[in-house]
């Protein structure tokens, strides 16, 4: 069976192409990553920022700003994830509310030291922190797995 020309550029175009693929994605994985990472921030309107609060930094995401106030809404990652968890979802809640979506301490970017307490209270106290240097004074919460479970402690302390 003969190939023409076209067939035979066609094919070596294909496999150049997905040699190329393969070779950043399994030489370069990290940087794969982040760009993807990078592109669902930006489609869901989130800025990265990093605030220190006492002697813990805070690595977080926060809505671009727009000119109508809208209600704020906090969203707390569970245990072992972080920040980036909600970038699917944030792309969704946008236009609804203001998102504000940490690392919590001791994950992602956030500062970790090995002395603090990371149960579910602990970490609310130090997220009523954190949103109270935000300067919000109402929010709502929301969160997955340990993030509800800090959620509900949240909301248990806030009263």
């Known amino acids: 069976m003969k190939f023409s020309f076209l067939e035979k550029s066609r094919f070596w175009i294909l496999t150049a192409t997905l040699v190329a693929l393969g070779a950043v994605w399994f030489g370069a994985p990290g940087t794969v990553y982040r760009m993807f990472i990078a592109t669902e921030r930006q489609l869901a309107g989130l800025t990265p920022v990093a605030q220190t609060i006492g002697d813990e930094r805070w690595v977080f995401l926060r809505s ?6 809208r209600p704020v809404l906090l969203l707390l990652h569970g245990f072992g994830a972080d920040k980036d968890n909600f970038n699917r979802l944030a792309r969704h809640l946008k236009d609804t509310a203001e998102l504000v979506v940490p690392d919590l301490p ?5 500062s970790s030291a090995l002395d603090n307490r990371y149960t579910a209270t602990a970490q609310a106290e130090r997220v009523l922190a954190f949103m109270d240097k935000q300067s919000h004074k109402q929010n709502h919460d929301g969160g997955n797995t340990k993030g509800g479970y800090i959620s509900l402690a949240i909301a248990r302390l806030a009263t």
């Open 64 to 69: 671009d700003p727009v000119e109508e106030p």
């Open 106 to 110: 001791g994950f992602g970017m956030s």
